[in-house]
Nanobody, 123 residues
Framework: QVQLVESGGGLVQAGGSLRLSCAAS????????MGWFRQAPGKEREFVSS????????YYADSVKGRFTISRDNAKNTVYLQMNSLKPEDTAVYYC????????????????WGQGTQVTVSS
């Protein structure tokens, strides 16, 4: 089992950057593929990005491709989401998630979730 805690959210102007972090408990972090999802008010939670346990495979939603970068440091049990060129439509609560097995883009395949961190992008 793994517990996840997100940090790094906040208020930023359009065009700005933020880096989200997700710290995981447990010694088996390297076995888990990790994902980032987001949920805007009144909308369903949606896939943002995911990364394999080795870090060798990464996936992005079309809406963030070229602006966001996912990475992980297995020695620190942490996964990151670097968000650049932020837009007001990126405003949402961002969630970190973990699953055993391959990285996935589908929400229900992730067994473990953090509590989320708010990202607000002002225009």
């Amino acid at each position: 089992q793994v517990q996840l805690v997100e940090s790094g959210g906040g208020l930023v102007q359009a065009g700005g950057s933020l880096r989200l972090s997700c710290a995981a408990s447990g010694r088996t972090f390297r076995r888990y593929a990790m994902g980032w999802f987001r949920q805007a008010p009144g909308k369903e939670r949606e896939f943002v990005s995911s990364i394999s346990w080795t870090g060798g495979n990464t996936y992005y939603a079309d809406s963030v491709k070229g602006r966001f970068t996912i990475s992980r440091d297995n020695a620190k049990n942490t996964v990151y989401l670097q968000m650049n060129s932020l837009k007001p439509e990126d405003t949402a609560v961002y969630y970190c998630a973990a699953r055993e097995g391959a990285a996935a883009t589908t929400l229900h395949l992730y067994a473990y979730w953090g509590q989320g961190t708010q990202v607000t992008v002002s225009s």
